[in-house]
C-alpha cells in the first residue's frame, strides 16, 4: 500500500530519457513505453529512495503551484500507478533502512 510515508525508487534496469521536458521509459523487456508529462517527470526524478512521497508532494506543490491536497493526490496515485507496472519500487522507510 502506498502512502505519504513511502519511499519511491526507480526500479533498476529500466531504459529512460528527458525528451522535450519529458520522460520517456522503456521496459527492461522492451516491450512497453510510458511518456510521463511534465509533473509526471518531476516526480520520477524526485523518486530516488531517500524522499518520500509527502516531502516529493510538497516539491511538487511549490514547483507548479497547485494546492497542497491536489499534490499529494496526484503523487500518490503517480506512484501506486508505477508501483504496480514495476516501474516505481515504493517502500516504508528509505532505502537506507
Known amino acids: 500500500m502506498v502512502s505519504l510515508h513511502s519511499y519511491p525508487a526507480r526500479s533498476d534496469g529500466l531504459v529512460w530519457r528527458m525528451v ?3 520522460v ?4 527492461t523487456d522492451g516491450n512497453e513505453i510510458h511518456t510521463l508529462n511534465r ?3 518531476a516526480i520520477w526524478e ?3 529512495g531517500m524522499k ?3 516531502e516529493i508532494a ?3 506543490c511549490d514547483r507548479f503551484e ?3 491536497e491536489e499534490s499529494y493526490a496526484d503523487v500518490l496515485e503517480f506512484a501506486e ?3 504496480l507496472k514495476n516501474i516505481l519500487q515504493v517502500k516504508e522507510g528509505s532505502s537506507d533502512d
Open 20 to 22: 522535450d521536458g519529458e
Open 24 to 27: 520517456v521509459i522503456l521496459t
Open 39 to 41: 509533473v509526471g517527470s
Open 46 to 48: 524526485l523518486s530516488d
Open 52 to 54: 518520500n512521497l509527502e
Open 58 to 60: 510538497s516539491l511538487i
Open 66 to 68: 497547485v494546492s497542497s
Open 81 to 83: 500507478e508505477l508501483s
